[in-house]
């Protein structure tokens, strides 16, 4: 079956742009994931909902990142007044079960570069 | 104190040989021990989960966890060149986040 899709790939944005990037989970997972990748290190945790509740946002670095899942499948991430250090892969990750303690399967990841 | 450490490597190793890699967590409490396999400009790929002590066998790939010495391992028998890419280690407290290291690096050498 299809695997979590998200889009756009790559997206350049002017310094104080805003920037929206969407996931398309795998159909029917229940959990999603938002992480963040800087060249050469692993994924750092953004943000969780389970359905569309947002349950964990603690990983987000400001007030300027913010997502949203409003109908329990596809997500937006969504980055105000974007900034130098924004730019990094994003990637989405979906589960099938609730709770961020079972295997995540990962999207390709929107790589950000900001101006 | 990461919560997750793995040495970044390169690790190298020739064709054939057994891959050994690596990761040490924090947190006592961690529940759920994962590998990935990230190629240079993709995803990453979930190659094996463990949650008992002990080995876990798959295909060419064994993980091993002891939760005394905080540790969990992944072997790699008969290594290919295709098995060239970062091996990144991912933590889960009890309904806490995933915790990624920042992988180790491997080249199988033909």
């Known amino acids: 079956g299809a695997g979590v899709s998200q889009s756009p790939r790559y997206k350049v944005a002017k310094r104080g742009q805003d920037v929206a990037l969407r996931c398309d989970p795998i159909?029917?997972?229940?959990?999603l994931f938002w992480y963040q990748q800087a060249l050469g290190q692993g994924p750092e945790f953004l943000t969780y909902f389970q359905n569309e509740a947002q349950l964990d946002k603690s990983g987000l670095p400001s007030d300027r990142f913010f997502a949203e899942r409003p109908e329990g499948s596809v997500s937006t991430l969504k980055i105000q007044r974007t900034q130098q250090e924004d730019s990094a892969v994003y990637l989405c990750?979906?589960?099938?079960?609730?709770?961020?303690?079972?295997?995540?399967?990962f999207g390709p990841g929107t790589r950000l570069t900001v101006t | 104190q990461k919560e997750v450490e793995q040495n970044s490597g390169p690790l190298s190793v020739p064709e054939g040989a057994i891959a050994s890699l690596n990761c040490t967590y924090s947190?006592?409490?961690?529940?759920?021990f994962f590998w990935y396999r990230q190629y240079s400009g993709k995803s990453p790929e979930l190659i094996m989960f463990?949650?008992?002590?002990g080995d876990k066998e798959d295909g060419r790939f064994t993980a091993q966890l002891n939760k005394a010495s905080q540790y969990v391992s992944l072997l790699i028998r008969d290594s290919q060149p295709s098995d060239s890419a970062t091996y990144l280690c991912a933590v889960n407290g009890n309904g806490n986040q995933f915790y990624f290291g920042t992988g180790t690096s491997l080249t199988v050498i033909p």
């Open positions: 990750a979906s589960s099938l079960e609730p709770g961020q303690g079972y295997e995540q399967y």
């Open positions: 947190d006592r409490g961690s529940q759920s």
């Open positions: 463990i949650y008992s002590n």
């Open positions: 159909s029917g997972h229940v959990s």
